[in-house]
DNA sequence: TGTTAGCACTCACTCTCTCTGAGTGCTAAG
DNA sequence: CTTAGCACTCAGAGAGAGTGAGTGCTAACA
């Protein structure tokens, strides 16, 4: 594979990002010292090795996905981000936040903003994170609250309804028994089978507790996964996307999930037609993970089409990643300091 | 206005409705007993008093949207919901459910996937609900959690960080302060003034816990109104509309709730042109209140073109929303009973 | 006087045809 | 190996003709 057909297909991927049109050969050689017929030449070449295509003979390349495979993978010089373009990230991220949530949406927004893309936000698998604290609050006839918070720091309240009211001494129990039997305990350890065992080790208050308990395990249940997509109004003014399958695409997040559950640790470059074929035609997505004292705490992705200013928008993406993880690090530390 | 005029201008809706063409004069036959001629003689007039339109000399009409009002107000027959309907509609709502919020959720979704619009539902303002519950839990260094549970079921979380630690005496302060100055205070009470009286009354425990009744005004002011749009995928498929009108119009909930908040207390049926703008143009929009123990709860509301099917989905709304009054008053007497 | 049949007219739509120009591949000369 | 030149291709724009669903108007009819 020589210089100057790599430097080819480089200049029509650059210059197709930006157009949109299929590139010809004169277009070329603003970027490449030959003349059009040597660019032509070398063009058929790299569309019989599948790099190139042509919509139509008498139409300029566009490129494959694997002409941007290789483009992205060997080719592409990223855009450093400047001092101005550091501070304008920055600007959109909040400089204090409360929850790791409320951080990465933000973060989420601001990409899909910038990009004019989708963006995606998710979690990891909270495998690792314990169950900090668990409350049950009263709150009417029959009803009570129960609240949930896990050392990530996710907060989840759930209403529930018993079939009698509990006395002061279950709702005791039922603390203490949490205290004993759950706190501390990795989300991952309540399965059903667990909860059975625990719920049997309840004794005589089984019969009315062990409700609070199997709410608590749906609670877990539907915390384990958080995807959060942003932006899709974007793609929906985007030309090269079909409409309905932006619809069907926006109608299952499954899919998506399984999707970034099958990234890498580091940064991700996939083409619509590198994956199972759930996303939309013509699209790729490229996904960072960002990380919490060490371990990797989710994935923030970025959703457009093919032809995507890759040099520009994987840096926004590592920037706000390394932003993130630094985030939520710090924080951690400050408040393991005190 | 004499009857068979109307009888033509009914006819004229119906077909449109159906077909989305412009509707000529020999499909009017169909309907009503004269000749074509004398059908378009009628419709011409129907013309000159606003009823009618052509898109152009050559079409058959179209109604105006002062003709679907006659329509809507005068003409049109309800199709009465059969037994089987009402058993189907009720399949779609959940037998039980906890919080209000869902049942009303399933409602809607139902009834957006019902009629292949969008849906929307919105709690009255709470002007009238009552703090019935606020805990605070502390959940690690200088972080707590404040849990506000309100008289109408809804609860509302939020993670709050703190300068200090607060002690165990500080806290059981803030509880009976809490008992003492907000429990059964309407959340409209809560405003900006009033919060500073009361954090002045907190005496030496002001520094430390004002943060704390700051947040819960936040929270109140959060949780003022809610409304839930559902199925705009729905708007999106539908060739009536200008896709970019759509999407301006997922993005901002606060003129929709405007208009809500607009609509009187019964059935409410407006189109695009009767409301200031902001619907999407050939729109229409009913709505439909929903009330607990008497009082007004919320709105459902259906957001589609205006050729849509009158007849069929208003009783499809008014069903709905009768027996979300049923089941959340119920369930309220049932409660009290014990 | 209201209704209807008949007729000329209108005009969006579709189809076909042509024209244009950006792009190609190939060939032959440098 | 590179390049200039040339014939060729083909999507897309634009013009023109044909079609048909619809109209309004007029004159005859009940």
Do not use: W
Not at 104 to 128: G, H, Q, R, Y
Not at 162 to 183: C, P
């Amino acid at each position: 594979m020589d210089d100057r057909k790599l430097k080819i297909l480089s200049a029509v991927v650059d210059e197709y990002i930006v157009t949109g049109e299929p590139v010809g050969s004169k277009a070329i050689m603003a970027h490449v010292k030959a003349s059009s017929a040597t660019i032509r030449n070398e063009m058929a070449e790299l569309e019989k090795q599948g790099f190139l295509e042509q919509p139509h003979t008498s139409a300029g390349r566009v490129p494959t996905y694997k002409g941007y495979r290789l483009y992205v993978d060997k080719l592409m010089e990223q855009d450093p981000l400047s001092e101005e373009e550091k501070k304008q990230l920055d600007s959109m991220l909040p400089d204090d936040f409360i929850t790791e949530k409320d951080l990465v949406e933000s973060a989420s927004l601001a990409l899909a903003d910038l990009t004019k893309c989708a963006t995606v936000v998710a979690n990891s698998t909270p495998k690792f994170s314990l169950i900090s604290k668990v409350e049950v609050i009263p709150t009417g006839k029959r009803m009570y609250v129960i609240l949930m918070i896990t050392s990530s720091g996710e907060i989840k309240n759930k209403v529930c309804r018993l079939e009698f009211d509990l006395t002061h001494e279950q709702l005791e129990f039922f603390d203490n028994f949490v205290k004993q039997n759950l706190s501390g305990i990795p989300l991952s350890e309540l399965t059903d089978a667990n909860i059975e065992k625990l719920t049997e080790a309840m004794g005589t208050y089984m019969m009315t507790l062990s409700p609070l308990v199997s709410e608590l395990l749906k609670m877990t249940k539907e915390l384990d996964r958080d995807v959060m997509v942003k932006g899709q109004k974007n793609l929906l003014t985007c030309k090269d996307f079909d409409q309905t399958e932006i619809i069907t695409f926006m109608e299952n997040e499954k899919e998506l999930m399984d999707f970034i559950d099958s990234t890498f640790s580091g940064l991700n470059v996939k083409f619509s037609p590198e994956t199972d074929g759930f996303v939309i035609h013509n699209s790729s997505i490229i996904t960072a993970p960002f990380s919490k004292g060490g371990k990797t705490a989710g994935t923030l992705g970025l959703i457009g089409p093919m032809r995507i200013d890759y040099a520009k928008f994987i840096p926004y993406l590592e920037y706000f990643t390394s932003r993130i993880t630094d985030m939520i690090t710090e924080r951690d530390e400050t408040d393991d300091d005190k």
